[in-house]
């Protein structure tokens, strides 16, 4: 991509007018008037207050009520445990950022805003993965015997978290490495330089192979069977077999088009960038897409409470400070 690169940084712009300097050192307001960074600081600022209220509450409504307790509903708290995670980590430093107008904690705010949102991003994913299989399992029961429980799903929220760790530490330890980008006041990987001592061409075939394509393979093929097996007479339940909810199913599939539609847009234009090395694009292009995915933290409470019955009697429970009936008189709930 044609811009002004230096020590750390690569600003989409050329230096033609001299005006450049570094998003470590000096505000950008030259890429944009002030008024638009404190556009972005506020926006961050409301996604904030919203994302971390909306999470915070779903971690309590499922921990609160014991009908909610499922080992399914181990993946969807962890899912908001990542949010959370990209709210306090990421968010933060975004916002100060903005605010600012550059990075002024220098490389240091810079990786804490890229690692946790990475990080947050791919443990979404791949809880995904684990979601898609388990309906996979549960619906199409290719073992007659099996049913998900506690055991797998904590099994799935450790998988997903060496995952992301795998995805999000690699470009503080010199493989690849974080870097402003768009206006300057968010952070992403290297996509703008071919920086052959960062060996950043094999990161950039890492993440899109390992960290991108194969999860949404993976899970392509685990809902196109979920579809397929669909049988009319799935719902009846067996002694060995687990209750069918096609409820479940919808929202999983809600889930990961929401996903796809926060992410791949950031994605697609890293990837395109990263391919044409000549294109001009103007610094709002990747902020745009970039605070898109940023968004994403508000979808997984709204697409609950909308597509999970159980969920929202629970949480309009716990609004009306009622107590949990099912905690009091202490009686098991079968899992949804
Ligand atoms: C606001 C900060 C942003 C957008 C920080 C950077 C995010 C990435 C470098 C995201 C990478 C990716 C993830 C986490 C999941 C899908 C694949 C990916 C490479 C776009
Ligand atoms: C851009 O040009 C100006 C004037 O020549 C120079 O002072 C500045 O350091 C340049 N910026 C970068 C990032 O190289």
Redesign the pocket.
Same mark, same amino acid.
């Given at each position: 991509m044609s811009g002004t690169e230096g020590p750390g940084f690569f600003v989409p712009i050329s230096n033609e007018t001299g005006l450049v300097r570094s998003p470590f050192e000096y505000p950008q307001f030259y890429l944009a008037d002030p008024w638009v960074y404190y556009l972005l600081a506020g926006y961050i600022f409301l996604l904030m207050l919203a994302s971390f209220i909306l999470n915070a509450l779903t971690i309590h409504v499922t921990i609160e009520h014991q009908k909610l307790r499922t080992p399914l509903n181990y993946l969807l708290l962890n899912l908001s445990m990542a949010n959370i995670f990209m709210v306090v980590g !990421?968010y933060s430093s975004?916002f100060y950022a903005a605010i600012k107008g550059y990075f002024a904690y220098g490389h240091a705010g810079c990786n804490t805003? #890229?690692l946790f949102? /990475?990080l947050?991003? =791919?443990i979404t %994913?791949w809880s995904l993965v684990v979601l898609s299989m388990e309906r996979f399992m549960v619906v199409c029961k290719p073992l007659k015997k099996f049913r998900f429980r506690r055991m797998h799903a904590c099994f799935g929220v450790g998988v997903a978290w060496m995952l992301a760790y795998a $995805? #999000?530490l690699p470009p503080l330890m010199e493989w690849s490495r @974080?870097i402003p980008e768009g206006l300057q006041c968010? $952070? !992403? /990987?290297d996509y703008y330089t071919m920086n052959v001592e960062l060996n950043n061409e094999s990161y950039m075939i890492y %993440? +899109?192979v390992i =960290?991108?394509a194969v999860p949404l393979v993976i899970i392509f093929f685990c809902y196109a069977l979920v579809f397929i097996c669909k049988a009319p007479d799935a719902t009846e339940e067996s002694e060995t077999t687990q209750k069918v909810d096609p409820e479940v199913t919808r929202m999983v599939f809600a889930m990961i088009v929401a996903y796809v539609v926060f992410?791949l847009p @950031?994605?697609g234009m !890293?990837w395109y960038i990263f391919t044409h090395p000549e294109v001009t694009l103007s610094p709002y292009t990747m902020t745009i897409l +970039?605070?898109l995915?940023?968004t994403s933290t508000l979808c997984n409470p709204v697409i609950y409470l909308r597509m999970n019955k159980s969920y929202r009697e629970c949480l309009f429970r716990t609004l009306q400070g009622e107590e949990d009936e099912k905690t009091k008189t202490g009686s098991s709930v079968s899992p949804q």
């Open positions: !990421g975004t805003e #890229a949102h /990475v947050s991003g =791919q %994913l $995805c #999000a @974080y968010s $952070c !992403g /990987v %993440l +899109s =960290q991108f992410w @950031y994605r !890293g +970039s605070f995915t940023k």
